[in-house]
């Protein structure tokens, strides 16, 4: 009954009962398309600098104790176009050596796809923590590669991934440092005036405002974050 239903379909370009071999090519390439596209979100978070870079922003958010100031619309904003400076020469390398190639008819898709892949992987390596890819060639039973360019994808993505946590939480514990001391200051003073009916928070949290600005923190934070990669 689903056959029936799908072969009945009328999608231009896709003939879902051609018996020809180009025609069926052409669908394959044009399912795998979809496929990737829809995979784009967690490409995107998971193979470039926005996993550090959120993470962060999350953890300077929580420091500051503002809540949701900023919205999370303005956090991953900022982290988009974030990634995109970070990552413009990565993309620029593709642009140049694998898809402008391909558009011009000199390689083929495959060809195309190899060579935009190894851009990528030289970032993620560079990034990426001997410790955390040695993981999973264990478990992969593989053996140490030649280069970067022999490292597979299964193995590096999750490396990569994990690396780019461990660096940003530790960016975040050097975050937290000030804003917890200002948090205990405050406390002790209201303790020891016997205002203890009184939250804390919301005295240190002007303080912890009026220090962020002092010191230009959104400056710091981002410079921070550009240096690390």
């Known amino acids: ?3 029936d239903i799908l072969l009945s379909i009328n999608i231009p370009g896709i ?5 020809s071999p180009e025609d069926v090519g052409v669908t394959l390439q044009l399912l795998a398309l979809m496929t990737i596209l829809s995979l784009a979100p967690a490409i995107l978070i998971l193979m470039t600098s926005f996993t550090r870079i959120i993470i962060v922003l999350s953890f300077v958010r929580t420091g500051l104790g503002t809540q949701s100031m900023p919205p999370n619309q303005v956090l991953v904003g900022l982290a988009l176009f974030l990634t ?6 990565v993309f620029t390398e593709i642009n140049d050596t694998a898809l402008q190639p391909y558009l011009e008819g000199e390689s083929t898709q495959e060809e195309a796809l190899d060579t935009a892949i190894l851009p990528i992987k030289r970032f ?5 923590r001997e410790k955390d890819l040695a993981l ?3 478990y992969q039973d593989l053996e140490k590669p030649d280069s970067i360019d022999e490292i597979p994808l299964m193995s590096l993505i999750p490396a990569f991934a994990i690396s780019e946590l461990k660096t940003a939480f530790q960016i975040g514990f050097v975050i937290f440092i ?10 002790s003073t209201l303790m020891a005036m016997g205002m203890m009916m009184l939250p804390p928070v919301m005295i240190s949290l002007p303080f912890k405002i009026l220090l962020f600005v002092l010191v230009d923190g959104w400056y710091l934070i981002i410079e921070s974050l550009l240096v690390s990669f």
């Open 178 to 187: 000030p804003f917890l001391i200002i948090d205990m200051v405050v406390a």
């Open 136 to 138: 999973f060639f264990k």
């Open 15 to 19: 003939d879902f009962g051609s018996e």
């Open 124 to 128: 993620m390596a560079e990034h990426t």
């Open 1 to 3: 009954m689903m056959a």
């Open 84 to 89: 995109f400076f970070i990552m413009a020469p």
